[in-house]
């Protein structure tokens, strides 16, 4: 008795109904409106569509709806389309190490069914009718025959109405509805030969065609721009090939969501890769932003393994370290690349001990400084300044703003590496200092307004880079060592950063327990207070790491951020004409290490039009 009473008591193994399975492995599958768009686009991809059209009503919750011109299904597979694993994509486990379709599962179709009313119209080009099918909670309610054109239409409505604890763990309809729109702009970027249209409750987003060039497409899609000014990313080696498009530093956005990489033209979440695109950007990408734009690798099949998760976002990658690398000296180079050949040279600096800044200065026999008189710049110099010298780090990121009604917008007006690298010395006169922080230049019809600290500290964070590389760091030794008790965090920045201190020109020992010895500083830092210095530069060391810095940067960027001319800082005309100079020979000109705008334009045309005069 016992021993039946047992057996009653002990779980039973049987196999799951077939309505129970599918609704299982749509929460795999289908874990949002978005998931569903994605697989129903791709199959449209598959089925060979030139034109895609995507409705989408209530952020998906009330109607997904993706119409193409594919091949269709004939029609006695319509119903077998919505069995589990049924697919026509792959045969045998051989076709899963060489994909050349973006499905391949045969579960995205039953999935979807059975969280939603699923109604498929579909005609095969060699059919003389199309078929309709209807299913609800995957029960199918109705298959017949109805007049149609060529291709598949798919209408997914009530999306999770048979699963009420998954609908309740959405997000909200304006979250959703960014995801939704997220992926419609991902799978127009990566095929990009094929028309597409995207509505949002009743609202076309985007309606591009298909004889766009990636690059509008990227433009227009990304930044809502098809001319939009975009680096272009190339590079081909062994067995991968990398193309793509990518904004400059000021265009790049506050969030992560900009960014789209690509896969054999499948749309992929990759961390390693992502990663080798911020970091191409390096230091001239502001604090805070992130990349924005579109990278395409063509590689093996069976160098990438797709079939990690039922989504198929997440990748597996064989020398996933080499294309991280690859990939992130194709973005540094391009986006740093100069378009002219008459690029600047290299910088050579000259230095002097003693902490005084030293600047590149202008021969004796140039043309004499033509200074304009008061009248001609007087108080107008402060009414230019408020409306377009930046000064804050925001106003800096910001598009510069009208400040009365109907007056033009002039936009953007910061100067790229380019345009920096073009300022022609000859007929560069300087005006003034103003605000304490910002030097007035002029040149033929326009103005340049430059901030000092930025600019000087582009020159020192490029400098103390080449030390690194060549050696060479000057020193200035203080009178009498110093002892600096660290705070244990502390401690540890300084055993990890110090040997690359020590190039730098820091002599610093341990001298006992959490106590350093400080004998030395760089040239750059005699003029500020050696021990807080010293405290700072570790404190910011720390931050630039946790920010996924290199060592080596890091301290170049604290030593530049520390040593450059501070607001307040007074410059005369051969100290700010030698850092104008000096600015014209790094590598990259037109941000500071930080990634803020060193330099911001006025021309002659921009005020006719702001005093109404054009």
């Not at 034109?51 to 209530?58: A, G, M, Q, V």
């Not at 300044?385 to 598009?399: H, I, K, N, Q």
């Not at 400040?403 to 010395?425: C, I, K, T």
Request: glycine share 8%; proline share 5%.
């Amino acid at each position: 008795m016992k021993t039946d009473s047992a057996a009653k008591d002990r779980p039973w193994i049987r196999p799951l109904p077939e309505r129970l399975i599918n609704k299982i492995a749509a929460g795999e599958v289908i874990e949002r409106p978005a998931a569903v768009l994605k697989e129903l686009v791709e199959n449209s991809l598959d089925a060979g569509a030139t034109r895609i059209e995507i409705k989408i009503d209530k952020s998906g919750l009330k109607l997904i709806a993706v119409i193409d011109n594919g091949c269709g299904i004939d029609p006695e597979q319509v119903e077998i389309a919505f069995a589990r694993h049924a697919t026509s994509k792959i045969r045998s486990l051989d076709d899963l190490e060489s994909l050349g379709s973006y499905g391949f599962r045969g579960e995205a179709l039953p999935s979807i069914a059975s969280v939603s009313r699923t109604r498929m119209i579909t005609r095969a080009s060699d059919s003389e009718a199309g078929q309709e099918i209807i299913i609800e909670g995957g029960m199918v309610q109705s298959l017949k025959p109805v007049a149609s054109p060529i291709g598949t239409t798919v209408e997914v409505s009530d999306l999770f109405f048979n699963t009420p604890a998954r609908r309740k763990f959405l997000k909200s309809e304006i979250t959703e509805a960014r995801q939704l729109t997220r992926t419609a702009t991902a799978m127009a970027l990566g095929a990009a030969g094929v028309r597409f249209s995207y509505s949002l409750n009743g609202k076309t987003i985007y309606d591009v065609s298909g004889e766009d060039s990636p690059k509008a497409r990227v433009g227009q899609l990304v930044l809502g721009q098809r001319q939009a000014r975009l680096a272009e990313i190339e590079s081909h080696t062994a067995g991968l090939e990398i193309a793509g498009y990518l904004a400059y530093p000021d265009q790049c956005h506050q969030n992560r969501y900009g960014l789209y990489l690509f896969i054999n033209e499948r749309y992929i979440q990759s961390v390693t890769l992502a990663h080798a695109v911020l970091a191409g950007y390096g230091e001239i990408l502001p604090r805070g932003h992130y990349p924005v734009g579109a990278i395409f690798l063509k590689l093996d099949p069976e160098r990438v393994d797709v079939n990690v998760h039922p989504t198929k976002a997440e990748v597996r990658l064989t020398d996933e370290r080499q294309m991280h690398d690859l990939l992130y000296e194709a973005v540094k180079r391009s986006l740093r690349s100069a378009p002219t050949s008459n690029a600047p040279a290299p910088m050579a600096l000259s230095s002097e001990s003693e902490g005084h800044r030293t600047f590149e200065t202008y021969p004796e026999n140039r043309p004499p400084v033509q200074r304009p008189t008061a009248s001609s710049i007087g108080d107008s110099l402060q009414t230019i300044a408020r409306l377009y010298g930046p000064s804050t780090e925001a106003d800096s990121r910001a598009d510069i703003k009208a400040l009365a009604d109907g007056m033009p917008h002039l936009g953007e007006v910061s100067l790229q590496p380019d345009q920096v690298s073009r300022v022609p010395l000859e007929g560069l006169f300087y005006l003034g200092q103003f605000g304490d922080l910002y030097l007035l230049f002029r040149t033929g019809e326009e103005l340049l307004v430059m901030d000092q600290h930025a600019a000087h500290e582009r020159v020192l964070y490029e400098r103390q880079l080449q030390i690194f590389r060549t050696g060479g760091a000057v020193s200035q030794q203080l009178l009498f060592p110093l002892n600096i008790d660290l705070a244990p965090d502390m401690q540890a920045v300084f055993d990890e950063a110090g040997e690359i201190l020590r190039a730098s020109g820091f002599e610093a020992a341990p001298f006992g327990s959490g106590t350093v010895l400080l004998s030395s500083v760089p040239a750059t830092l005699t003029r500020r207070s050696p021990e807080k210095t010293f405290r700072q530069i570790l404190a910011d060391i720390e931050e630039y790491r946790r920010e996924g810095a290199e060592m080596k940067k890091a301290v170049a960027q604290s030593i530049a951020c520390r040593g450059a001319v501070m607001a307040g800082d007074k410059l005369g005309e051969a100290e700010a004409l030698g850092l104008f100079r000096d600015l014209l020979k790094t590598e990259t000109s037109s941000v500071c290490p930080h990634g803020r705008p060193i330099i911001y334009k006025i021309t002659k045309h921009e005020l006719d039009r702001k005093f109404g005069r054009k």
